[in-house]
């Protein structure tokens, strides 16, 4: 009995961090527009110059042209049910570019999408999605100087 209230009020509490109808309507405004297939993910406050993202893309294997940027807060707190509904409208490939766990200013955002990201790559696989159709990419702005 204590076990299935548990069960009922663990699945009434929802966190929420973004709107994410609005953030798939974005995303599916622009994939159309640039006929884009790769979704790009990444933490607003450490997320990469264009330069730096093409570069990152490249090293991916992926024309960074064909993607849609998406800058939230944390990258690491977006669920992959949200993952999974961009696969779904369209998007071929989701990349996750995650500050490292030391500059985290959401208290380890980046391991906590890493666990989720890796359960829901295993859960993509199993339906016949490609190893490679989930990506996450470790990256930090840092500052460099020279004396």
Request: hydrophobic share 40%; net charge positive; charged share 25%.
């Amino acid at each position: 009995m204590a076990y299935a209230i548990v069960a009922v009020l663990s699945a009434a509490i929802e966190m929420q961090y973004y709107n994410y109808d609005q953030m798939l309507d974005y995303v599916e405004s622009v994939q159309k527009q640039r006929k884009a297939d790769t979704l790009l993910m990444m933490c607003r406050g450490n997320s990469p110059s264009t330069c730096e993202m093409e570069d990152i893309l490249a090293d991916q294997g992926i024309v960074s042209g064909n993607c849609v940027p998406l800058r939230v807060p944390c990258s690491g707190r977006v669920p992959t049910d949200f993952v999974f509904k961009a696969l779904n409208s369209g998007i071929k490939n989701f990349v996750s570019i995650q500050c490292e766990d030391k500059f985290c200013r959401y208290k380890e955002g980046t391991k906590i999408s890493a666990r989720r990201l890796q359960l829901g790559k295993n859960v993509l696989e199993q339906l016949g999605f490609g190893k490679d159709v989930v990506k996450v990419v470790k990256y930090s702005r840092k500052a460099v100087w020279t004396t």
